[in-house]
């Protein structure tokens, strides 16, 4: 069983600090890291994929130190990130067979066989003999999640995987989530709460640099179970709670709204404790900062 | 290895099938067109390897902006994913010098390549081609190391302020280092040709050439340096960062001590563009680039004994026998200023003289009157390395080569238009023939020149000598084995009545020439395209 263990993390940039403290455990399976722009999750990530060196702190991968083992641990690790790019006149297999030669120490043959059985994995047979610049952004991403299974790392980052692409390429990307976390650890970050809700099982949640949630996905639905309401509410009601209060939906029909919205205590007499889902716990925590130590 | 091959493959993908390798096609294409436009003067065309080499620079300089805009993507190439792949700040380094390399040697074998294709066409000898072809290689591959490797380090500096300061940067190093607009014996322009006139040689293979070549070679090594440095500095462990800081002091040094060689080793302006119009020289603000005796000086020159040793100096031991027609206490006679005399005897006797520009005054150690004799011996000795227009080598003294012109003040001389008498006794061990307007043997690196002339040339390097319709044609090797070009010299000489003159040289350019007397009645007529 692959694991992933850091602790005590700490990461400065100059005399900001951008990570306080980090410690967390996780095994396989696609671990989901949330949090708004500019909580830290990037810098977590660089410093995972051994981009950044650590300046406080320890990480293993499966026992392996990455202050003593960097270089076996590199070619354990696959990294897409954010702002994926490539040279556009390449072709896409032969941009995996570069990889393949860069990261593995096999002969060319079982390097094209092995980026074969990743596009077809992948179903990129269609397009991947084309040149990158006539490829779709998700093919382009569909490509740079083929890129991080070469090799069949043990631990996958992905940084923002949806960001840019329009909604049905946002699923075909997420649907690639299942096929590569299999026996393997995945930790994807990621602002917008969609891209892990389905297939994420495991949460860590940073904000202003400190880890303020680690568990199960439903565990953090549950723990923000409560705070959020539903009601029916004319307009001028609707002003005032939202002059106070964070709406997270509204649903208007003829003269009155149907809201969501966030509070330790009912605002309206019809309101009635809502179901939530990933989306609106995750509100929830950027939005009741006292509420965020009961969870 | 592979790590590195990868990373070429990925560089070199990408150069292959983008546009701009196009464009250095094209552009480098236009540029071979200039350059047999210009071999086509007159109303007819002819194709030389020298007049290829000549304006060898033109097609690399069209190319050079965009070479450099290459090298420049492949410097600031840089991929997240990489990093992660276990590859040393070295192996990305040495990949990106490596992409760079696959082309420079695409561009330079083509630029070979033209060169054999002119070579072969114009029918010249191998040990022709080998040495002509010699500086033009070391021009290209000079040309491509230095803006690659600028073009590199432009890269890291387009990475960290942007593209646009590097595209301008590019655009400063080519308008200063091109060959459109100047021709230097300095540091720019990157290529250096400095060529010969007309048609004699193109490429001056000198220790400035050396120096230069070396400065450039030296200067791209420490871009390279620099852009490794700045990129990985904070990585490195403290052992490289020494060697590096110490390394790149090292290169300065030596390109400051480089730059000392060339300015030493430069040649020196002199100038004889106007030579007949200095005769009436009364500007007294210039030094006066030649000397002419005044008319009636009351002496004259009636023979020369001269023993004369050439290698990197001239060393002469000069006996004149003078004649004086009119009562003289002192005589003037004309000597290239970087001479320097060692002795002057008259009569067996030392005296003293008096140096100026291009000539000495000897101060004689009584009166002489007319139908006296005096015997002078002068010893001089020093480097002669001169230019003039567009530094165009000139007059020059080198182990592989020579041109001591007749109307170059390179022994004591009037400049009049006697006919004296010559024996010269020189000591040239160079691999290349000797040759003067004089008669002459040779014997085991000694020649013996003797004969009757107003002056003398010397000329020696890397010419051939033909016999065509009972003239001996001696210069440049596909100058003189043109039919056409010695057809034209021989009508030419045939128009002014000069046919008694048999060896005719294909010498450098005759600055002035249209102006200037027939030099060379007795024996050589000294030509260029005519």
């Known amino acids: 069983m692959n694991s992933l263990k850091v602790s005590n993390l700490e990461f400065k940039y100059g005399k900001v600090e951008a990570l306080k403290n980090i410690s967390?455990?996780?095994?396989?399976?696609?671990?989901?890291?949330?949090?708004?722009?500019?909580?830290?999750?990037?810098?977590?990530?660089?410093?995972?994929?051994?981009?950044?060196?650590?300046?406080?702190?320890?990480?293993?991968?499966?026992?392996?130190?990455?202050?003593?083992?960097?270089?076996?641990?590199?070619?354990?690790?696959?990294?897409?990130?954010?702002?994926?790019s490539t040279y556009d006149n390449i072709k896409g297999r032969e941009f995996l067979e570069?990889?393949?030669?860069?990261?593995?120490?096999?002969?060319?043959?079982?390097?094209?066989?092995?980026?074969?059985?990743?596009?077809?994995?992948?179903?990129?047979?269609?397009y991947i003999d084309r040149k990158i610049k006539e490829y779709s952004g998700g093919m382009k991403q569909k490509l740079g999640f083929a890129q991080v299974l070469v090799g069949d790392p043990d631990l996958i980052v992905i940084d923002e995987p949806t960001v840019g692409l329009d909604p049905e390429q946002r699923n075909t990307i997420r649907e690639l989530f299942p096929i590569i976390s299999k026996n393997r650890i995945v930790l994807a970050t990621t602002?917008?709460?969609?891209?892990?809700?389905?297939?994420?099982?495991?949460?860590?949640?940073?904000?202003?640099?400190?880890?303020?949630?680690?568990?199960?996905?439903?565990?953090?639905?549950?723990?923000?179970?409560?705070?959020?309401?539903?009601?029916?509410v004319d307009l001028d009601t609707l002003l005032k709670i939202k002059t106070a209060n964070k709406v997270i939906t509204n649903f208007r029909v003829s003269d009155f709204s149907h809201?969501?919205?966030?509070?330790?205590?009912?605002?309206?007499?019809n309101s009635k404790k809502a179901d939530i889902n990933l989306q609106d716990a995750y509100i929830v925590y950027n939005n009741l900062e006292g509420s965020i130590s009961r969870i | 290895m592979k790590k590195i091959s990868a990373l070429i493959k990925y560089e070199v993908i990408d150069i292959f099938r983008g546009k701009l390798i196009w464009i250095i096609f094209f552009l480098y294409l236009f540029g071979v067109i200039q350059v047999i436009s210009s071999m086509k003067m007159g109303g007819y065309s002819f194709f030389t390897l020298v007049g290829l080499i000549k304006v060898s620079w033109l097609p690399l300089n069209f190319i050079m902006i965009p070479v450099m805009l290459l090298s420049m993507k492949i410097g600031e190439s840089e991929n997240e994913i990489f990093?992660?792949?276990?590859?040393?700040?070295?192996?990305?380094?040495?990949s990106k010098i490596?992409?760079?390399?696959?082309?420079?040697?695409?561009?330079?074998?083509?630029?070979?390549?033209?060169?054999?294709?002119?070579?072969?066409?114009?029918?010249?000898?191998?040990?022709?081609?080998?040495?002509?072809?010699?500086?033009?290689?070391?021009?290209?591959?000079?040309?491509?190391?230095?803006?690659?490797?600028?073009?590199?380090?432009?890269?890291?500096v387009s990475k960290r302020f942007g593209e646009v300061i590097g595209f301008i940067l590019i655009i400063i190093f080519f308008m200063v280092t091109c060959n459109f607009y100047k021709t230097s014996n300095n540091i720019v322009p990157l290529i250096n040709i400095r060529i010969f006139p007309g048609s004699f040689d193109v490429i001056s293979y000198d220790k400035s050439y050396l120096y230069h070549n070396i400065f450039w070679l030296i200067l791209s090594l420490s871009f390279l340096l620099i852009t490794y440095i700045y990129e990985n500095f904070k990585k490195e462990r403290v052992i490289t960062k020494v060697f590096s800081a110490g390394s790149l002091i090292f290169l300065f040094t030596v390109c400051i001590c480089l730059l000392n060689g060339i300015n030493t080793n430069k040649p020196d302006y002199y100038n004889i563009t106007n030579r007949n119009d200095s005769k009436n020289y009364s500007n007294d603000e210039n030094k006066a680039p030649t000397f002419f005796s005044k008319e009636n000086c009351?002496?004259?020159?009636?023979?020369?004994?001269?023993?004369?040793?050439?290698?990197?100096?001239?060393?002469?031991?000069?006996?004149?026998?003078?004649?004086?027609?009119?009562?003289?206490?002192?005589?003037?006679?004309?000597?290239?200023?970087?001479?320097?005399?060692?002795k002057v005897e008259v009569d067996g006797n030392a005296v003293n003289y008096k140096r100026t520009d291009n000539s000495f005054i000897v101060s004689l150690p009584k009166e002489y009157n007319s139908e006296e004799n005096i015997k002078?011996?002068?010893?001089?000795?020093?480097?002669?390395?001169?230019?003039?227009?567009?530094?165009?080598?000139?007059?020059?003294?080198?182990?592989?080569?020579?041109?001591?012109?007749?109307?170059?003040?390179?022994?004591?001389?009037?400049?009049?238009?006697?006919?004296?008498?010559?024996?010269?006794?020189?000591?040239?061990?160079?691999?290349?023939?000797?040759?003067?307007?004089?008669?002459?043997?040779?014997?085991?690196?000694?020649?013996?020149?003797?004969?009757?002339?107003?002056?003398?040339?010397?000329?020696?390097?890397?010419?051939?000598?033909?016999?065509?319709?009972?003239?001996?044609?001696?210069?440049?090797?596909?100058?003189?084995?043109?039919?056409?070009?010695?057809?034209?010299?021989?009508?030419?000489?045939?128009?002014?009545?000069?046919?008694?003159?048999?060896?005719?040289?294909?010498?450098?350019?005759?600055?002035?020439?249209?102006?200037?007397?027939?030099?060379?009645?007795?024996?050589?007529?000294?030509?260029?395209?005519?």
């Open chain 1, 24 to 84: 967390f455990e996780v095994t396989e399976g696609l671990i989901g890291i949330l949090g708004p722009n500019g909580a830290g999750k990037t810098t977590a990530m660089k410093l995972i994929t051994t981009l950044y060196s650590i300046q406080k702190g320890e990480i293993f991968l499966n026992d392996l130190d990455y202050k003593k083992d960097l270089s076996q641990i590199r070619k354990m690790i696959g990294y897409l990130p954010q702002d994926f």
């Open chain 1, 191 to 232: 602002h917008i709460v969609e891209d892990i809700e389905f297939y994420c099982n495991y949460l860590l949640v940073i904000k202003d640099g400190s880890l303020i949630y680690e568990g199960t996905k439903e565990k953090f639905i549950e723990k923000a179970y409560g705070l959020v309401w539903e009601a029916d």
């Open chain 2, 98 to 156: 490596g992409a760079v390399s696959i082309i420079n040697l695409v561009i330079l074998s083509i630029n070979i390549l033209l060169a054999l294709i002119f070579g072969i066409f114009c029918r010249v000898s191998l040990g022709y081609l080998f040495y002509e072809m010699t500086g033009y290689i070391i021009n290209t591959v000079i040309f491509l190391v230095a803006a690659c490797s600028v073009g590199l380090s432009l890269g890291a």
């Open chain 2, 298 to 342: 009351g002496y004259y020159i009636d023979k020369y004994s001269m023993d004369i040793i050439i290698n990197q100096t001239l060393i002469n031991n000069c006996e004149m026998d003078i004649k004086v027609n009119k009562k003289i206490s002192s005589m003037e006679f004309g000597l290239y200023e970087k001479l320097n005399i060692s």
């Open chain 1, 259 to 269: 809201i969501k919205y966030i509070s330790k205590i009912p605002l309206t007499q």
């Open chain 1, 98 to 126: 570069i990889i393949g030669s860069l990261k593995l120490d096999w002969n060319k043959k079982k390097v094209v066989n092995h980026v074969n059985e990743i596009i077809n994995k992948l179903e990129m047979n269609d």
């Open chain 2, 376 to 530: 002078l011996k002068v010893s001089c000795e020093g480097k002669i390395n001169t230019c003039w227009g567009q530094g165009q080598q000139m007059f020059f003294l080198r182990n592989n080569g020579l041109f001591l012109g007749d109307v170059f003040e390179w022994y004591p001389k009037l400049n009049d238009e006697n006919i004296k008498e010559y024996n010269l006794n020189i000591k040239y061990s160079s691999g290349h023939k000797l040759y003067s307007n004089l008669n002459g043997e040779n014997i085991s690196g000694q020649y013996k020149f003797t004969g009757k002339d107003r002056e003398i040339f010397l000329i020696s390097g890397n010419i051939s000598e033909r016999n065509y319709r009972n003239y001996l044609f001696i210069g440049n090797e596909e100058y003189v084995n043109s039919n056409s070009k010695c057809d034209d010299l021989i009508k030419f000489m045939e128009d002014k009545k000069l046919e008694d003159i048999k060896p005719a040289v294909f010498g450098p350019f005759l600055p002035g020439g249209g102006k200037m007397d027939m030099p060379y009645v007795k024996a050589c007529f000294f030509a260029d395209d005519v």
């Open chain 2, 83 to 94: 990093e992660i792949l276990d590859i040393s700040p070295m192996e990305f380094i040495i």
